[in-house]
């Protein structure tokens, strides 16, 4: 395909990017040990009782002008949400990749390799770009160390820092358009710093409550906080408190709104045979007929790379984002719309590792994302049971999480539980936390394994070759499975 080039907004060029610092950029272990000793909300939780006080523009603005304001260079497309933002940005940027755009895309967190965040083209950033971006980031952010030192204050985080470094190569890379998830939140989250094409906010629900807020209205308040003034907005969210809060700010802000339900419909339909954990189609229409006048419109059909209803709700907030794109001057034509949706994939989302038993990763780590995951693997638990063979969990969350209502959940879904805990974050739940809470809930056929990959070991003998396991709770346990 001949590649399309993107529309105005790159001609509005900003400041250039400055050449990678003096010197022989850093090693990749080194940077990853630097990483290491910054501030990271992703393995600990903000001290105290801050909640988003701990949170602040000021620092990843200074950041991106020490290097050049290399955000600045590119549109973009900025995603928020409770669920599916990962998911949805894989989708936007799949089908903007087969347009012939090239395209950035940004994600968090990773699941195997902090590469896989940074990403042009669907390949992650190589390990000599990764250096030379974080040869440039570093120098900045020990300038900003010192001068945060005199005032008594905290530097950049590790998140602010790989921000920076997935912004600098986008812009060394030239991308037509970058996919920008949000990392926490969304008002004060080192992401929103542009006046992007289109705001996507997918569904919100109650996570990261001592951050963002106790209550749902609290923390659809921060997600559209990327909300900017004139710039169109794609809100997936069905919890009418979620949905009040965005078209309040959307009216405020005279933002275009296209809301789920109201202004596009997505249906899914199940493949025919669910337990193939494959096969799922979107029916997508847009613009709603409105009561009373016509016929029902006609539905357009998307068969999809993802599985599960909830991928359908995240490919129709894709195809709603890309019929604004077109608005602003994209050439998207239907061939990369139906393509990308049908090979967009991303690691740990109801991934299908193994069939003898049949092994699936997902990382589901909130009571909302449980329920999607449940519903979607539900026909394989079924077919599991009809050949004789056990279904197991794997479970480990983090320890400010809703454990209970995670394992409320899918208590009475298996017939045995493997609690583990995953050693490459401190916010990992002891599994004795874990037990408690099995124990408080009823359950009795629960065990325990010393390391996620035990645990593996465990719940695939358990399963036998007719059986299922499914492994969820955390990004980092599916990480430190891996890929059986």
Known sequence: MTRSRS?????????????????????????????????????????????TRSFGLGRMRRLLTLIGAPHRTFPAVHVAGTKGKGSTVA?????????????????????????????????????RAFERSFGVVIPAVGRLDAAA?????????????????????????KVDIAVVETGLGGRLDATNVFHPLVSVITPVSLDHTAVLGPTVRHI??????????????????????????????????????????????????????????????????????????????????YDLGMTGRHQADN??????????????????????????????????????VSSKPLVVID????????????????????AARRRGGPTVLVFGASVDKEIEGMLAVVADRFDRIVLTRAASSPRSAPVERLSAACAALGVAA???????????????????????????????????????
Request: with cysteine; aromatic share 4%.
């Open 91 to 127: 989708m936007i940027a799949a089908i903007l990749e087969r347009a012939g755009y090239r395209v950035g895309r940004y994600l968090s967190p990773h699941v195997h390799t902090i590469e896989e965040r940074i990403c042009v083209d669907g390949r992650p950033i190589p390990r």
């Open 363 to 382: 990382a589901a780590h909130n009571v909302a994302s449980m329920r999607s995951l449940l519903e979607a693997i539900d026909g394989a638990l079924a």
């Open 149 to 173: 030192a005199r005032r008594g204050e905290r530097g950049p985080t590790w998140f602010e820092a790989v921000t920076a470094a997935a912004f600098d190569h986008f812009a060394r890379e």
């Open 220 to 301: 659809a308040a921060e997600k559209a906080g990327i909300v900017k003034r004139g710039c169109p907005v794609v809100c997936g969210a069905r919890d009418p408190q979620a949905r009040a809060v965005v078209t309040a700010v959307a009216g405020r802000r005279r933002a275009r709104l296209l809301l789920v339900d109201r202004d596009f419909r997505s249906e899914h339909r199940a493949p025919d045979d669910p337990a193939s954990l494959e096969g799922d189609t979107l029916l997508f229409t847009m613009p709603l007929a409105p009561r009373g006048r016509g016929g029902p419109p006609t539905a357009d059909r």
């Open 7 to 51: 529309p105005g907004p790159r001609s509005r060029r900003g400041p250039t990017v400055p050449p990678p610092a003096t010197g022989r950029p850093p090693a990749r272990d080194d940077v990853l040990a630097w990483l290491g000793s910054r501030t990271n909300f992703e393995r600990q939780a903000p001290s105290g009782a801050g909640g």
């Open 315 to 352: 490919a129709g907030m894709a195809v709603a984002t890309v019929r604004l794109l077109r608005e602003r001057g994209f050439a998207i034509p239907d061939e990369a719309l139906r393509d990308g949706l049908a090979t967009a994939r991303l690691p740990a989302r109801i991934e299908r």
């Open 446 to 484: 629960v065990e325990v394994s010393a390391s996620p990959a035990a645990a593996l070991v465990r719940a695939r003998r358990i399963a036998g070759t007719r059986g299922m396991v499914c492994i969820a709770g955390s990004f980092f346990l599916a990480g430190e499975i891996g890929t059986p």
